[in-house]
Nanobody, 117 residues
Framework: QVQLVESGGGSVQAGGSLRLSCLAS????????VGWYRQAPGKQREMVAI???????DYADSVKGRFSISRDNGKNVIYLQMNNLKPEDTAVYYC???????????WGQGTQVTVSS
């Protein structure tokens, strides 16, 4: 099992930047896959970023070129750097992890990101 705690959310004007952090209760280097998804009220979850084995990354088309996922294995933290934020990025952002390829997904409590125009 892994426990995840997100932080770094807040309110920002369009065009601004935020860096979300996700503190993991175990070594992030041993997590097969980590990522971030977001959910706005009344909408389905949207996968934002995925980092597999700390090497292969994938991003939703809506954030590609603006968001970047990374791991700091020394601090057991998963980051989501968000640049050039848009109002449509407003959502609660959750980090998640998968310890092994066949392991269940785990996720945190989320952190609110609000982007105003």
């Amino acid at each position: 099992q892994v426990q995840l705690v997100e932080s770094g959310g807040g309110s920002v004007q369009a065009g601004g930047s935020l860096r979300l952090s996700c503190l993991a209760s175990r070594s992030t280097s041993n997590l097969y896959a980590v990522g971030w998804y977001r959910q706005a009220p009344g909408k389905q979850r949207e996968m934002v970023a995925i980092d597999t084995s700390g090497q292969d990354t994938d991003y939703a088309d809506s954030v590609k070129g603006r968001f970047s996922i990374s791991r700091d294995n020394g601090k057991n933290v998963i980051y989501l750097q968000m640049n050039n934020l848009k109002p449509e990025d407003t959502a609660v952002y959750y980090c998640w992890s998968r310890a092994l390829k066949l392991s269940p997904y785990r996720w945190g409590q989320g952190t609110q990101v609000t982007v105003s125009s």
